[in-house]
Nanobody
């Protein structure tokens, strides 16, 4: 299972770090992605990290502002979010897919095997 945390309320321009704790599966066999869903919008894939070499992929909407990284020793994945904008307001989810290659699964939610419960991020203007 996956447990996401770290959301909250922040002013525009601020930062937050989301965490995702993984358990119950072999972490090294899975790519981990972050998705978000704003009210009335479809779920958007924003980043994904490969379990083999740590390579990451980002949506254009967050590239240069968000950084995903993992700690394979403790089975944790993080999303560092800087320069937050009001349009980043959404529920953020982490998800795991059994593949070594993030490029295959990036932004394709139907492929994912496990989902966290979501954590709310609200950015005020």
């Amino acid at each position: 299972q996956l447990q996401a945390s770290g959301g909250g309320l922040v002013q525009a321009g601020g930062s937050l770090r989301l965490s995702c704790a993984a358990s119950g599966f072999t972490f090294d066999d899975y790519a981990i992605g972050w998705f978000r869903q704003a009210p009335g919008k479809e779920r958007e894939g924003i980043s994904c990290i490969s379990s083999t070499d740590g390579s990451t992929y980002y949506a254009d909407s967050v590239k240069g502002r968000f950084t995903q990284f993992s700690d394979n020793v403790v089975n944790m994945v993080y999303l560092q979010m800087n320069s937050l904008k009001p349009e980043d307001t959404a529920v953020y989810y982490c998800a795991a897919v059994r593949t070594a290659w993030a490029a295959i699964a990036f932004a394709r939610p139907a492929l994912y095997d496990y989902w966290g419960q979501g954590t709310q991020v609200t950015v005020s203007s």
